[in-house]
């Protein structure tokens, strides 16, 4: 089936360690994001690639930066993950048309920061 | 700009309940509408879309009609299970604008037996 797989589902590191959070996708979409999501709130954009053209959030920490190989994956490095980056992160991808833009999110990784 | 705005949860209803998550949205330009639910632990899934006015998009007992002159695009369902149980989110995306969409703070569902 196709689908956006995302891994690890569960991420530790250390205060001050970076970590990379790793999605891939069979759906040959041409549009991948990644979000953020914190208990209870709705899922907040870090940024976007359509295709290889790459979209920050005006928003988005320095810390966070994101690196797109392929069209099958995208990657998203965290440089020095602090206690308040702990959430659950979430891949989705789209693709881009005339009408509706739905979205296919993968599972989601939930990354704990210790 | 565009937003969606969803009423306060939780929603604590009983089984066989009737449901109903409000939905009401500001956007320039002729928007696409989304239901996504999201279930403990996991990722959000697509429930239902209605892409223009008078749309009625529905899923598994699910269903919401998107009305231009109310701006709204409520969610309802004639009986709910416990495995309903879960957050929703309303979202909009406007195609003829920034694709990016735009999602309201989500609505958690809570369906007791």
């Known amino acids: 089936d196709a689908m956006v797989i995302q891994n690890p589902r569960y991420q530790v590191t250390q205060f001050g360690k970076p970590v990379t959070l790793s999605c891939s996708q069979t759906?040959?979409?041409?549009?991948m994001y990644w979000y953020q999501q914190k208990s209870s709130q709705a899922p907040k954009l870090l940024f976007h690639?359509?295709?290889?053209?790459?979209?920050n959030e005006a928003d988005t920490p320095d810390n966070f930066q994101s690196r797109r190989p392929n069209t099958s994956f995208c990657f998203l490095d965290i440089r020095s993950p602090g206690l308040g980056d702990a959430a659950m992160y979430l891949c989705?991808?789209?693709?881009?048309?005339?009408?509706?833009?739905?979205?296919?999110f993968g599972p989601g990784t939930r990354l704990l920061v210790l | 700009g565009n937003s969606v705005t969803q009423m306060e949860g939780p929603v604590t209803l009983s089984e066989e309940a009737f449901l109903t998550i409000n939905c009401t949205y500001t956007?320039?330009?002729?928007?696409?509408l989304f239901w996504y639910v999201q279930y403990p632990g996991e990722g959000l899934q697509l429930l239902l879309k209605?892409?223009?006015?008078?749309d009625k998009g529905s899923n598994k007992g699910f269903e919401a009609t998107y009305r231009k002159e109310t701006t709204s695009f409520h969610l309802e369902k004639g009986s709910v299970q416990v495995s309903d149980s879960a957050v929703y989110f309303c979202?909009?995306?406007?195609?003829?604008?920034?694709?990016?969409?735009?999602f309201g703070r989500g609505t958690s569902l809570i369906v007791h037996p």
């Open positions: 690639y359509y295709d290889k053209d790459f979209n």
């Open positions: 956007a320039t330009g002729y928007p696409s």
């Open positions: 759906l040959n979409h041409n549009v």
């Open positions: 989705a991808t789209s693709t881009r048309g005339a009408g509706a833009e739905t979205q296919y």
């Open positions: 979202a909009l995306s406007d195609a003829g604008g920034s694709y990016i969409p735009t």
């Open positions: 209605a892409t223009k006015a008078d």
